[in-house]
């Protein structure tokens, strides 16, 4: 695989920058508050849009009278979703290869009802926000009020209201998988131990609201959207689309994007709204979401009830898997990468790894009148994380094991692979027993439990919990691809050596922060031999970017990165023709270190790049005959013979209960990573920090709080409780490196690892720490009354 | 979210800003620091059509000791009060009870005037009022009124002030040197309204509390002095009267029940707190070993 | 009346003449009327932190300002804060540490970071994460701040870090 003449791969030679914490190249803007964010732009003659939202979870328009607020000064228009259905078409968010997953067209701006508290019901435009919040008070409308379903318990019952007669019932989807021969094991098993597990649903709280400005520009008929999307060319689509516009008539900018997480993946109705309001009024518009629209509508995530059992024998060999797991959606299955994947991931990552063969799941997906639910950073990976590893705990108490021991009789031997579960997820080459060696070098973990007892004695109670996990990254067109959806599972990089020496690269990945740029510069300035500090790199525009996936499913380095290796060395080996061209020597001879052409064996310096560019591009008449110079190159990846690029990796918890008051103290918290070759280690372990912290939120704090009406009661941040600085503890991260052979970098993807166990680690840790009390709890968040009512003590 | 339309006028005097108030009555709301009302606004959950800015009255700014009364202006912002030696040394539950006031932000803006007007049941500052034996004065157009602060908080976001009336200072008596303090409180996140909290001042002398005044927030409409803290003075304090004390306490609170605590979490907390409270009060950690029982 | 008020201040050091209506907040003027959108706004009451300005020396809410309440005062924002070269060396610590991700709560950061370096010359690691509470991050976790800032405040005092 090695273009190069000293044996070593682009990757592992002398300048590289792979593997270095080189800082990245965007962040001097962002740091003196330059970055320029959708929510900061201004364009001419651009307009404001609020969205009146409709206070009932579920109720028939009967009538909307904006008569009104029409006249208020600075209102350009108020639209109903009558009105903009002539511009806009609906949508349905199916996809083919979720069998049998239904779900209703989803217009804009609601038409006839309501299906959750938030939805929108008409637009008001105006000159500014807080006109348009103005007229907004005054737009009447008359609801008329039905029964609500609210809690997906009851959803399938007979005797609840079906929310879309089209549809016959209230159930979405629903998947059964039965590997082995479960009954048998359970039955033939010295122990089974079952559970449910409950999680709170809960939503991302990106910092920077959803914001998009539309603009249509009539005279040349083209759109251009700035919206922080993680999938830029899907939005594209979409839009043109339901539009009626051809995708060359739409042009998506992302700009900087303040945090998305998965947030910002999706495509919501107000969005689609706005573009098509500014199709219909011929200006920009301009929409942010504010945090408590945000919490009304941004998609939630999460909210299971997971029944699971667990067969164990008494040497510790665990028999069986079974979970029994449902979901309770919104009114719509959301669009295009639908509401089942959450609950379809879980059903293919529980017990993933580890050896047992016997695995029986089903898990049903059900509407409800609440805000509609999506992919949110790790998807259904905490669920099924929380649940196995939840599991497995109970499995090691019920017969008096070390939770550490029963995993290293159980976990695939690293010396395995490759190999496949019983969902039938293929690994490649997975490390977790060298991970959890690593885990336990790294926390001392033998010194942590003589520290447990010891405090034990003086009624101080900690806990270490322990969660393996596997995570699928670099996703094929398997996730949505072969569904029918149009949303790509490959990426392209172009490359290129411009006039006086810069690169220029141009990607189809995005970037909301995890280092996307870097990443793709860190890559094109290894292999190419040039110093970073050239290297600039262009995205999330699809006027200037090959075509491609975009950020999400932890695909960025192991696609777009991929991608950015093939196209630098195409754009080196080009040069170098050219050199050897002008040298008179050959490609072989030569190399390029450190923006030079230099001899290949005595590294002696024979003509700098920029030199080399301006004999190109100012003085081809200078070249030998016959030579057509070439200094640009592209190339796309997609992943082929792994529909995912499996990682792994274990996180522990060591935290301490105080079982007066139920509240809970995180002391320090530890993850080891596998994520095959690490591009930039400081990147990855932030990233996996960050991620840490999200999941140690579920864990203890965030829940959005619906009552049984269908009112979001907690849209604010005073009582929505994100994770803040003063309760976070320090996270160690460590790694094991098992790359994959599929691509030349190796690298697989990292985004959402942290996300994957750190709520599991939490929840086993609690258990561990109440171990004394008898007490066990499978619900999320631990906040001090679920744990106070645990222990008996209210 | 926007803040609706409203007129403005900055106050060029108390004087004038009674004017103001009485003008325009119930549409006319003070702004001090501006740290409760401007959420409010924002959140368009009220919306006032005349906002009364005393922020200019410098005669309301101040912390001075004058014949063993500490006075604190209206307009003493919480920083002011967190960094003041004389609060320091004449009311360091207060030095302490600030900490737990929101952030550093807030701190800077947030006045102590605006947060005993606002009387929020979940705050720090009324409790504290209440433990100190504070005096509220407040002026209005006929003269001062001065009341006692356990009086002067009457429920939730209610006081014994009236729309016409300005919060102008607050006295501290000074304390005696025997005295001591206790604050804490629970809270999921620092610097979140507390879930239970307890500002307790006592007077110590040797074993045995002379006086004790440990007074509840967050655990009904308003703050709660302890009745039940009279079974704990001048008498030797052995865990049985101190469970007796705490269960007299939990019989005695009305606290509601909402997303953060239930009612018997509430009222679990408060015990908690109180013999956390005794037992540092007293230097017994034994007292606290075995929780509230 | 709801008519435009006039007001006169300085900003980042700039003589700053406007006029508003008295329902502007401070970080809606700073961002639309002069263009300062450094100063973001992430909810509007006053509890993520990333509105966060200086005025007369001390950090507060700009969200939870009127612009009217700043008639006569002294504004500083992170671009202000930055041109002067005075967080230099916190910016440069966030950038080797990798302090920001996103960037959108990094200004409101900054100038809590700054606030808490001017009080406190050694602060520990939880006095830093008290002081910065009242700020949300999404992206970092938290921990990559942390460090930034003790690196900081360890170079200001003269020792290694």
Redesign the interface.
């Known amino acids: 695989m090695s273009a190069f003449s000293d044996g070593l791969s682009a990757l592992d030679r002398p300048n590289s920058y792979i593997g270095k914490a080189v800082p990245r190249p965007n962040l001097e803007r962002l740091m003196q508050g330059r970055g320029l964010y959708v929510s900061d732009m201004e364009l001419p003659r651009m307009a404001h849009v609020v969205f009146l939202r409709s206070p009932h979870a579920h109720a028939s328009i009967v009538a909307i009278d904006a008569a009104a607020a029409k006249r208020i000064p600075g209102v350009i228009a108020v639209v109903t979703g009558r009105e903009l259905a002539a511009v806009v078409t609906p949508w349905v968010g199916v996809l083919s290869h979720m069998k049998g997953l239904k779900s209703a067209p989803q217009h804009a701006i609601a038409i006839g009802r309501v299906c959750w508290q938030g939805e929108a019901v008409a637009a008001i435009v105006a000159t500014s926000r807080a006109v348009a919040e103005d007229a907004a008070e005054i737009v009447s409308v008359e609801y008329r009020e039905l029964a609500a379903v609210t809690d997906m318990r009851t959803a399938l019952d007979p005797e609840t209201p079906v929310i879309h007669s089209s549809l016959g019932d209230n159930l979405a989807f629903e998947r059964q998988l039965d590997v082995g021969a479960v009954d048998r094991a359970f039955a033939d098993s010295d122990a089974v131990v079952e559970a449910e597990f409950v999680f709170g649903r809960h939503t991302g709280v990106t910092l920077e609201p959803r914001a998009v400005v539309a603009d249509w520009n009539v005279a040349e008929a083209r759109l251009t959207i700035y919206q922080g999307t993680q999938a830029p060319h899907m939005v594209q689509n979409i839009a043109a689309l339901h539009l009626g516009l051809e995708d060359a008539q739409v042009r998506v900018i992302c700009k900087d994007v303040g945090g998305s997480f998965g947030i910002k993946v999706h495509i919501y109705a107000d969005e689609m709204a706005t573009y098509a309001l500014s199709k219909l009024l011929r200006r920009p518009i301009k929409f942010v979401a504010d945090r408590v629209e945000s919490f009304n509508t941004d998609i939630h995530a999460r909210d299971h009830r997971c029944k699971g059992r667990i067969g164990v024998n008494q040497d510790g060999t665990i028999t069986a898997f079974e979970i029994d797991d449902l979901t309770g959606i919104g009114p719509y299955s959301m669009y295009p990468r639908t509401s089942a994947i959450e609950a379809n991931q879980i059903v293919n990552l529980v017990g993933g790894a580890y050896v047992t063969k016997n695995y029986r799941a089903r898990a049903r997906v059900v509407f409800q009148n609440k805000n509609v639910m999506c992919q949110y950073r790790g998807v259904g990976h905490p669920i099924a994380c929380s649940v196995t590893e939840g599991l497995v705990d109970l499995a090691a108490s019920k017969i008096g094991m070390d939770p550490v021991e029963i995993r290293r009789r159980n976990l695939v031997p690293d010396d395995g692979y490759p190999c496949a579960s019983p969902a039938g997820l293929k690994f490649e080459l997975l490390s977790h027993h060298a991970a959890m060696n690593k885990l336990m070098g790294m926390m001392d973990y033998d010194a942590l439990r003589a520290e447990q007892a010891a405090l034990r004695r003086s009624n101080i109670h900690r806990g270490i919990g322990i969660a393996s996990f596997i995570e699928i990254t670099n996703p094929s067109a398997a996730f949505y691809g072969v569904g029918g959806a149009r949303i790509s599972s490959q990426d392209g990089v172009a490359v290129r050596l411009d006039a006086t020496g810069s690169v220029i690269c141009q990607t189809s990945i995005s970037e909301q922060g995890q280092g996307s740029e870097s990443l793709t510069a860190q890559i094109v300035g290894s292999v190419l031999g040039v110093s970073i500090q050239r290297v600039r790199v262009i995205l999330g525009d699809t006027d200037n970017t090959p075509y491609g996936g975009g950020t999400w499913a932890s695909r960025g380095a192991g696609i777009g990165g991929e991608a950015a290796l093939q196209a630098a060395k195409v754009l080196r080996s080009n040069i170098l023709d050219v050199a050897a061209a002008i040298l008179q020597s050959s490609p072989a001879e030569l190399d390029i270190v450190n923006d030079a052409i230099v001899n290949a064996d005595d590294g002696a310096p024979r003509i700098e790049l920029k030199e080399l560019a301006r004999i190109v591009y100012f003085r081809p008449d200078t070249l030998p005959p016959g030579i057509q110079p070439e200094l640009m190159a592209t190339r796309h990846f997609v992943p082929r013979q792994y529909p995912f690029a499996f990682t792994n990796g274990v996180q522990a918890c060591w935290l301490e209960v105080d079982t007066d008051s139920g509240f809970v103290k995180l002391l320090r918290h530890w993850v080891v990573e596998d994520c095959g070759r690490i591009i930039n280690p400081q990147l990855v372990d932030e990233q996996i920090r960050g991620g840490v912290v999200q999941g140690l939120g579920a864990a203890l704090f965030e829940h959005c709080i619906y009552d049984e009406r269908g009112q979001l009661t907690n849209a604010n941040m005073a009582d929505y409780l994100v994770p803040m600085s003063g309760e976070m503890p320090d996270i160690d991260v460590g790694h094991v490196v098992s790359p994959t052979f599929e691509t030349e970098l190796g690298a697989k993807g990292a985004g959402e690892a942290g996300t994957a166990g750190a709520a599991a680690a939490v929840a086993n840790a609690v258990n561990d720490a109440l171990k004394p009390f008898g007490a066990v709890i499978t619900e999320i968040p631990l906040t001090p009354q679920v744990i106070l009512a645990a222990l008996g003590r209210i | 979210m926007k803040a609706s339309a409203f007129s403005y006028a900055r106050a060029t005097s108390v004087g004038n800003a009674l004017e103001l108030l009485i003008a325009h009555g119930e549409n006319a709301k003070v702004l001090s620091g501006g740290q409760s009302l401007m959420p409010a606004m924002n959140l368009r959950l009220i919306s006032p059509e005349m906002i009364v800015d005393i922020g200019a009255l410098a005669e309301l700014r101040g912390i001075a000791v004058r014949e063993k009364v500490v006075h604190i202006g209206a307009l003493t912002r919480h920083v002011d009060l967190a960094r003041s030696p004389e609060i320091a040394t004449h009311a360091p539950l207060l030095t302490q009870a600030i900490g737990h006031v929101a952030h550093p932000a807030i701190r800077n803006k947030g006045t102590i005037g605006g947060s005993l007007a606002h009387a929020d049941p979940a705050s720090e500052l009324p409790a504290c009022m209440v433990a100190l034996g504070a005096t509220i004065v407040v002026r209005g157009q006929h003269g001062e009124r001065r009341i006692a602060a356990a009086d002067f908080f009457t429920g939730i976001y209610q006081t014994a002030l009236t729309a016409q009336e300005l919060l102008i200072a607050v006295e501290l008596p000074v304390l005696p040197g025997d005295s001591a303090h206790f604050f804490d409180e629970f809270a999921r996140r620092h610097g979140d309204y507390a879930i239970v909290g307890l500002a307790a001042q006592a007077i110590v002398r040797g074993e045995v509390l002379a006086d004790f005044r440990p007074v509840f927030f967050a655990v009904g409409d308003r703050p709660v002095l302890a009745k039940a803290a009279s079974r704990l003075v001048y008498r030797p304090v052995t865990p049985a009267l101190l469970s007796d004390a705490a269960a007299a306490l939990a019989a005695e609170l009305e606290p509601e029940g909402d997303q953060q605590a239930s009612v018997s979490m509430r009222r679990h907390l408060a015990k908690l707190l109180l013999v956390r409270c005794v037992a540092t009060l007293l230097g017994r950690p034994d007292l606290a070993a075995g929780g509230p029982g | 009346?709801?008519t435009a008020?006039p007001i006169s201040l300085h900003v980042n050091g700039e003589a700053v003449v406007a006029q508003v209506?008295?329902?502007l907040?401070l970080a809606?003027f700073l961002?639309?009327h002069l263009?300062?959108?450094?100063?973001?706004?992430?909810?509007?009451?006053?509890?993520?932190?990333?509105c966060?300005v200086r005025v007369n020396g001390?950090?507060?809410?700009s969200?939870?300002?009127?612009a009217?309440?700043a008639?006569n005062a002294s504004i500083e924002?992170?671009?202000g804060l930055?041109?002067s070269g005075e967080i230099a060396d916190l910016?440069a610590a966030?950038?080797?540490?990798?302090a920001?991700?996103?960037?959108?709560?990094?200004?409101g950061m900054?100038m809590?970071a700054q606030?808490?370096l001017k009080l406190e010359s050694s602060p520990s690691?939880q006095r830093?994460?008290?002081?910065?509470?009242?700020?949300?991050?999404?992206?970092?976790?938290?921990?990559?701040?942390?460090d930034a800032i003790e690196t900081t405040a360890r170079a200001r005092i003269g020792r290694e870090p």
Do not use: K
Request: charged share 20%; with cysteine; hydrophobic share 30%.
């Open positions: 009346m709801t008020m209506l008295p329902r907040n809606d961002r639309e263009h300062l959108t450094g100063t973001h706004v992430g909810c509007e009451h006053g509890v993520c932190g990333a966060t001390d950090i507060v809410r969200c939870l300002t009127l009217v309440q008639d924002t992170i671009e930055s041109d910016q966030f950038r080797d540490r990798n920001l991700q996103c960037g959108f709560c990094t200004p900054l809590a606030d808490l690691r830093i994460r008290e002081h910065l509470s009242g700020n949300y991050c999404r992206c970092t976790g938290y921990q990559a701040i942390v």
